[in-house]
């Protein structure tokens, strides 16, 4: 079991910065793959980033290559997204999840996610 708590979302303006934080519980952090979610009312949850469980690979779609960057921290039991240059069309609540030996992929099977955190970027 993997508990997930997501942090450091807030109220931007548009081309301005975040940082979203999301800690993890349990000693096995290292084996799981970890990505990033949005969803806005009334749309599907759509995949924003990933990263493996052996470190080194990545995947972004296409909205936010250039602009964030995923990262994570073993020894924290933390995975991070650093979001720059933000639009409006980046407001969403952020989840994190994570699968047991996954590759951070936009189509992984996800198994436990977190509560998310509120962007919300204004103009």
């Known amino acids: 079991q993997v508990q997930l708590v997501e942090s450091g979302g807030g109220l931007v303006q548009a081309g301005g910065s975040l940082r979203l934080s999301c800690a993890a519980s349990?000693?096995?952090?290292?084996?799981?793959?970890m990505g990033w979610f949005r969803q806005v009312p009334g749309k599907e949850r759509e995949f924003v980033a990933g990263i493996s469980w052996s470190v080194g690979r990545t995947e972004y779609a296409d909205s936010v290559k250039g602009r964030f960057t995923i990262s994570r921290d073993n020894a924290k039991n933390t995975v991070s997204l650093q979001m720059n240059s933000l639009k409006l069309e980046d407001t969403a609540v952020y989840y994190c999840?994570?699968?047991?030996w996954g590759l951070g992929t936009a189509k992984g099977k996800y198994d436990y996610w977190g509560q998310g955190t509120q962007v919300t970027v204004s103009s």
């Open positions: 999840a994570a699968e047991k």
């Open positions: 349990g000693r096995t952090f290292n084996t799981y793959g």
